[in-house]
């Protein structure tokens, strides 16, 4: 698999399947970005492309004034996540915050 492939699964794990995918600037998208490289392994180059597109998709959520629920639910996923296998998930245990980021950007979305 190239390297995109592997962080664009990583994308959809963090945002537990919303419409834009990543993670919140700075910190955070280093310590989930750790979790996952920690959790499957990855070099160091790897591990600073996923900050990359983690802050990228935090640049989304920014353009849909979006970022509080971003940042809570990229913390629900650093807080709640687990290795399973060679993979870092939150399965369900963000729901809510997904819900809620994901009904920000369509409601931003519909908004002319």
Same mark, same amino acid.
């Given at each position: 698999? #190239?390297?995109?492939?592997?962080?664009?699964?990583?994308? +959809?794990? &963090?945002?537990?399947?919303?419409?834009?995918?990543?993670?919140?600037?700075?910190? #955070?998208?280093?310590?989930?970005?750790?979790?996952?490289?920690?959790?499957?392994?990855?070099?160091? +180059?790897?591990? *600073?492309?996923?900050?990359?597109? /983690? @802050?990228?998709?935090?640049?989304? &959520?920014?353009?849909?004034? %979006?970022?509080?629920?971003? =940042?809570?639910?990229? *913390?629900? +996923?650093?807080?709640?996540?687990? %290795?399973?296998?060679?993979?870092?998930?939150?399965?369900? =245990?963000?729901? &809510? /915050?997904? *819900? @809620?980021?994901? *009904?920000?950007? /369509?409601? &931003?979305?519909?908004?002319?």
């Amino acid at each position: 698999m #190239n390297r995109s492939g592997k962080f664009s699964g990583l994308a +959809v794990m &963090a945002l537990a399947f919303g419409p834009f995918v990543g993670a919140a600037c700075g910190s #955070n998208a280093v310590e989930l970005c750790e979790a996952e490289c920690d959790c499957r392994g990855c070099s160091d +180059v790897e591990r *600073d492309e996923c900050v990359i597109a /983690e @802050n990228g998709s935090s640049d989304v &959520a920014d353009a849909y004034d %979006c970022s509080s629920e971003h =940042a809570d639910l990229v *913390d629900c +996923v650093i807080e709640r996540g687990t %290795c399973d296998g060679d993979k870092f998930t939150a399965k369900d =245990a963000c729901k &809510a /915050e997904k *819900d @809620n980021y994901g *009904d920000c950007v /369509e409601f &931003a979305s519909a908004l002319e």
